[in-house]
């Protein structure tokens, strides 16, 4: 018999960048450690150690999904690779107000109330503004998903996220909480869902009551702002900063419905920390709780390899090369162009006009296929 064939070379991720990605130079990363000087080096191995290649991919049966949909959730996959391994020096991203452990516990109680749950996560990072332990508290109350913000992501991301949930057989919103889109289909949706509650009690012989709906959710995704939209005058504190809600807060929307509204439910410890990055990047988590530095050179990586950013957006509205991607000497330029060498600065204006749409409206994360 003759010897066994050799295996395959190994393949890396930094050689397999998608086919639509705008930049064919290899990925360069920074070390964005708050405890040394900035460092820009080529990875060497899959930042997350789980996902597989394309020569891999190809030895798998797809069925109904075009090569396109594959390439993007390949791009998807290893942007959050990368996102693990440009995290994994930084300080840990934690951010648990005194007053949320005693909410949390009043809610618990609370859902045992109520006929149906709103539940309020960002359009643009919907996986990272999903509790942990929230299908766990609720049970099997009846649930309405409302994506916020649908104002700030594209079409092809709301209709990639309208087509996951729907496999799903998730009610899904997408609601604008500042103008008011969505809001009339969100009251109607939950009093249709909780109709059952009424019918019942006739049967017994009992007045029938409002509906009880509640609203939870991350810190600042906009759970005040719909409420007020809702109702059509403003009931419940709003600010666009996490933490403005600080109790439970009952509140009537005409003869049948009533609404719970709820301070952000954060978990005790974010053991994810790319998605606390991605909260610190849309604002959904408080400012003490991050290096705004770090977080600002974290989103000039991300964009320069988004398709429908890139780096040559970057430099049109900067005037500043993204030298191979490194986010910490991007950041430092501008700091120096523009902040008298202030890093933060610097950081915080590139996060302002990501949140203020100046790149586009793009979300940061896309469904797994």
Known sequence: MGAAPSPPPPHHHHHLRPAFSPNPRPTRH?????????????????AGGTSIDWTQKDRFSFPN?????????????????DLQYWTRPLRPVQWYPGHIAKTEKELRNQLKLMDVVIEVRDARIPLATSHPKMDLWLGNRKKILVLNREDMISTDDRNAWATFFAKQGVQVVFANG?????????GRLAKALASGVNVKRRAKGLLPRPVRAGI??????????????????RMCPAAPRPGV??????????RDLELLDSPGILPMRISDQTAAIKLAICDDIGERSYDVADVGAILVQILSRLPTVGSDALYKRYKIDADGYCGKIFIDKLALQLFNGDSSQAAFRILSDYRKGKFGWIALERPPI
């Not at 809600?245 to 005409?254: A, D, H, Q, S």
Request: charged letters at 20%; one cysteine or more.
């Open 245 to 254: 809600t600080r109790e439970l807060k009952w509140v009537r929307f005409g």
């Open 178 to 186: 500042q103008l008011g889109m969505g809001t009339m289909k969100l």
């Open 65 to 81: 999904v075009s090569t396109d949909a594959l390439q993007e959730e390949s791009f998807w996959e290893n942007l959050d690779a």
């Open 30 to 46: 920074c070390s964005l450690s708050v405890r040394s000087a900035p460092t820009c080096f080529a990875s060497n191995a899959v």
């Open 216 to 233: 939870v959710g991350y810190p600042n995704v906009g759970k005040s702002s719909l409420i007020n939209r809702l109702l059509k005058r």
